[in-house]
């Protein structure tokens, strides 16, 4: 039995009235991330964990050899899988689909896989006959705001780690054969990820309803004016812009939009639900947030995967092994 | 997607003769269904044609779904099979059907006055007969229709439009083809001000390609703002010269 995770009526007034006084619970700003850590597995490939605040989620990248769709022959297969289990939080149930598993599902599909972060021609091995099927399994071990953040960057560098096995095609016409070399024989090959798009949501509270929300409430209520380090430059000071909401201010939010943004300054895809009507020229700059914000966690992905690089390559001894050119995104 | 067919040719024609900020041929007919729902329309955006149907406020159906304070709002989509060029029968339970229905409730939930109807239902029903690019803002438009038909108070109109950006090309309004030929997004506008209740970009574009994008779709949506409303007004004219209701 799914549980309802509303707040109490006191926590709501204390979140909204801090937000009209510029306060955020956890004294971030604005426009702040939350701690971000991404660590990958040392003994797997392609095992990612990404911690986002208190947020946890660890992706899984899989790859086996399958039969491609008939009508793409030249296509490898590739299949993200989002199911958020209980153990994220109490409102999720196991086999039911929730609308915030659809909306997230939807929207790391559109991130992904419609974006085209993952080459799917480069997975194909025999046209019309094998291909690679890439499988991305996305676990949500916590649930404290933006799961689809933390999946999103979690299956990006989970496409980045993983090496997937060598193959050789033997004999020729019908009679050829595709050989799987294990990692013991020869080194893995990494994926063709042609872009890491990296997922931003923003959360929208409508300042007046806020105060309706809190009249009544003794002291005085006040609001300051936008500062200048704040993502709002319109004088339209009604509506507030967070970035990265925790759970609390998820679930006060009166609206939100996610943004999914990469370093070549290219936006993959905005979902903006119907819930509080923004004025446009707000939307153009939180678009704007989401490449700085797209940039910085590229960065950060990029550095750990070095260091996990340097870890398994004690002595250098796969980097001499390779004879292929650098794929990373620098 | 074969390179004959020309998407914008260099005299500024499309694949149907429109200029770049031209809208669809746009009909609308208000009360279509009065025997069976409260509020009915039919749109017609270019080939693209939906139905709507809405019933309520009534009781609700499911305790569930019973909100306190405000309205409940619940639509269902249905896809006709025969609504594209093949024969494809939709899931109910598909994914994008689900978003698409649940993107049209939360708008409609806040562009309502919810809060004359506490513990009420409005069950909006659409069916899409024919599809030509643009099923969502189609959706969009006929369901704030069938709403104004069914004589439940908004604030204001929801309407909605879609802009595309071939090369550096910004096109209003797409068909099917020009949907799968560029990135296109999906906007929706509470009336004519500046104010943005969805939007959806599902092809990758460079950002800076996505200002010119917003104002054209924007535009779109104002101008659809005005064909709906002098329908409305035409049909709420000829009612009063009926005496009926």
């Known amino acids: 039995m799914p549980r309802d995770l509303t707040p109490s009526t006191i926590e709501n007034t204390f979140v909204l009235k801090a937000l009209t006084e510029r306060i955020r619970l956890d004294s971030r700003s604005f426009n702040q991330l939350r701690d971000l850590d991404i660590s990958f597995s040392s003994t797997d490939f392609g095992v990612v964990d990404v911690k986002l605040g208190r947020t946890r989620v660890i992706a899984r990248i899989s790859a086996e050899i399958s039969q491609p769709y008939a009508d793409r022959p030249y296509d490898g297969l590739f299949i993200i899988s989002t199911e958020i289990s209980p153990m994220a939080a109490p409102t999720f149930e196991a086999g039911r689909k929730s609308e915030d598993e659809l909306v997230i599902s939807r929207i790391i599909e559109k991130s992904i896989r419609r974006s085209g972060a993952l080459d799917t021609e480069a997975l194909c091995i025999i046209s019309g006959e094998k291909c690679w099927a890439v499988r991305a399994d996305v676990h949500f071990l916590d649930h404290d705001g933006g799961l689809m953040d933390a999946a999103c960057i979690a299956v990006s560098a989970g496409l980045l780690h993983f090496r997937r096995p060598d193959i050789t095609i033997v004999g020729v016409g019908s009679r050829r054969e595709v050989i799987v070399h294990p990692i013991t024989e020869r080194v893995p090959v990494p994926l063709a990820v042609l872009h890491v798009p990296i997922c931003v949501t923003f959360s929208f509270f409508d300042v007046r309803k806020a105060s309706a929300a809190i009249a009544g409430l003794p002291g005085k209520d006040n609001m300051k004016e936008a500062d200048d380090d704040d993502v709002e430059e319109e004088n339209d000071s009604s509506t507030t812009v967070l970035v990265d909401a925790t759970l609390q201010e998820e679930l006060l939010r009166h609206g939100y939009m996610s943004v999914t943004a990469n370093t070549n300054r290219e936006i993959c895809q905005i979902q903006k639900g119907g819930d509080m009507p923004v004025e446009v020229g707000k939307l153009l700059s939180c678009a704007e947030a989401a490449i700085m914000v797209a940039e910085k966690v590229t960065k950060l992905i990029n550095k750990r995967l070095k260091e996990d690089e340097a870890r398994r390559n004690v002595g250098n001894l796969l980097v001499e092994a390779r004879a292929e050119n650098d794929r990373y995104i620098v | ?245």
């Open chain 2, 1 to 245: 997607m074969a390179s004959r067919i020309e998407i914008y040719s260099p005299e500024g024609l499309r694949l149907d003769g429109r200029r770049w900020n031209e809208v669809r041929h746009f009909r609308c007919a208000i009360n279509t269904h009065p025997v069976s729902s409260d509020g009915s329309s039919v749109i017609e955006q270019g080939n693209t044609k939906v139905i709507c149907n809405v019933i309520g406020p009534a009781e609700p159906t499911l305790r569930s779904r019973v909100i306190s304070d405000r309205v409940s709002i619940s639509v269902k989509l249905v896809v006709a099979p025969f609504s594209m060029i093949e024969r494809r029968k939709r899931p109910q339970n598909d994914s994008r059907i689900q978003e698409m229905c649940s993107s049209i409730q939360h708008m409609f939930e806040d562009a309502v006055i919810a809060h004359l109807f506490p513990r009420s239902q409005i069950d909006v029903n659409l069916y899409i007969v024919a599809q030509d690019g643009g099923a969502l803002q189609a959706c969009i438009n006929a369901t704030t229709l069938a709403l104004i038909d069914a004589g439940v108070p908004m604030y204001d109109y929801v309407c909605a439009c879609t802009a595309g950006m071939l090369d550096r090309e910004v096109l209003l309004d797409l068909n099917r083809i020009e949907e799968s030929a560029m990135p296109f997004l999906t906007m929706a506008t509470i009336g004519g001000t500046r104010k943005v209740s969805l939007l959806q970009l599902e092809m990758t574009v460079q950002f800076d390609r996505l200002e010119p994008m917003m104002a054209a779709a924007m535009s779109g949506c104002h101008h659809i703002r005005d064909l709906m409303d002098s329908e409305v007004r035409k049909h709420g004219k000829s009612r009063l010269e009926r005496g009926s209701f």
